[in-house]
C-alpha cells in the first residue's frame, strides 16, 4: 500500500544533542511537509518542500533544518534540541496540481521526541 | 487571513449513536478546501473526508459525512452508528490557497480539535 512512513516512531535525545528524523513516502507526492504537534494542540507548520523548492514558516526557530535529498525522503534536523522542542513531529505529503481544488495531506503515524 | 474555529473542546457520545462536531471558518478566498481529520492516541492523523467550496453536494465517506452550510461558514461533521474505535481528537482544517507572487502550497490552517468519547 502506498504510504507515508517515519522513522523512528520514539527519539530519545539529550538536551543539545542533535537529531534528525526521516519521513519516507511511496505516493510520489510533489509536496511535503513538516509539523510539530505539542500536547492537546494542533499542529504547527515547521515548513514544506514543493518538489526541490523549500518553503520556511515565518515563526521556525532557526533550529530546525530540512532536507530532501529526492521525491521520496525528507528529513528533519534540529540542531540543538532544547526541551520545549519535545513533541509530536508529523510528515505529511500532498500532491499539487496547478489550479487544482484537492490536494488531501496524508500523514506519517508520527515521530515522538523526548528531550532529556 | 484565514481561521478555523471548533468550539467544542470535548464532546460524549454513546455507541451506535449519532454524533455532530462543529467546524466554523473564516476567509476571503472564493476558493478553498475544508478537510476533517481524526487523531487517536497513538498520534497518527488520518484523513476522513473533504469538501471543497464550489462542490454543490456535502461529502460522505462511508459513516462520516459533512454538512456544508456556506453561506453560514460552517463544515461541521456527522459520524453516524458511533462505534467504541471513533473516540479520539478529531480536527477541522482549510486549505489556503498560494499567496500571489507567493509558495504556499496547500497548507493547512487547524482548528483546536475536539475530543471525542464513545460510550459502550
Known amino acids: 500500500d502506498a504510504m507515508v512512513i517515519q522513522n523512528p516512531r520514539y527519539q530519545v535525545t539529550q538536551f543539545g544533542k542533535p537529531v534528525t528524523l526521516s519521513c519516507s513516502q511511496t505516493l510520489n507526492h510533489n509536496v511535503m511537509y513538516w509539523y510539530q504537534q505539542k500536547s492537546s494542540q494542533a499542529p504547527k507548520l515547521l515548513f514544506h518542500?514543493?518538489?526541490?523548492?523549500?518553503?520556511n514558516e515565518a515563526d521556525t526557530p532557526d533550529n530546525f533544518q530540512s532536507r530532501r535529498p529526492n521525491t521520496s525522503f525528507c528529513f528533519l534536523d534540529i540542531r540543538s534540541p532544547g526541551l520545549g522542542d519535545a513533541a509530536m513531529y508529523l510528515c505529511?505529503?500532498?500532491?499539487?496540481?496547478?489550479?487544482?481544488?484537492?490536494?488531501?495531506?496524508?500523514f506519517g503515524p508520527g515521530t515522538r521526541l523526548t528531550v532529556l | 487571513a484565514q481561521k478555523i474555529t471548533q468550539t467544542q473542546p470535548g464532546m460524549f457520545v454513546q455507541e451506535k449513536e449519532a454524533v455532530t462536531l462543529d467546524c466554523t471558518y473564516d476567509t476571503s478566498d472564493p476558493s478553498y478546501g475544508l478537510f476533517w481529520y481524526k487523531q487517536p492516541s497513538s498520534g497518527e492523523m488520518i484523513f476522513l473526508i473533504y469538501q471543497g467550496s464550489y462542490d454543490q453536494q456535502n461529502a460522505t465517506e462511508g459513516r462520516y459525512s459533512l454538512n456544508f452550510q456556506k453561506a453560514r461558514k460552517s463544515a461541521n461533521l456527522v459520524i453516524s452508528a458511533s462505534q467504541l474505535g471513533d473516540s479520539a481528537m478529531y480536527f477541522c482544517a482549510m486549505r489556503t490557497l498560494p499567496e500571489a507572487g507567493g509558495t504556499s502550497y496547500g497548507k493547512l490552517t487547524f482548528g483546536q480539535g475536539t475530543i471525542l468519547t464513545v460510550h459502550p
Open positions: 505529511a505529503t500532498s500532491r499539487f496540481i496547478s489550479g487544482g481544488s484537492e490536494d488531501t495531506q496524508y
Open positions: 518542500y514543493y518538489d526541490k523548492d523549500f518553503n
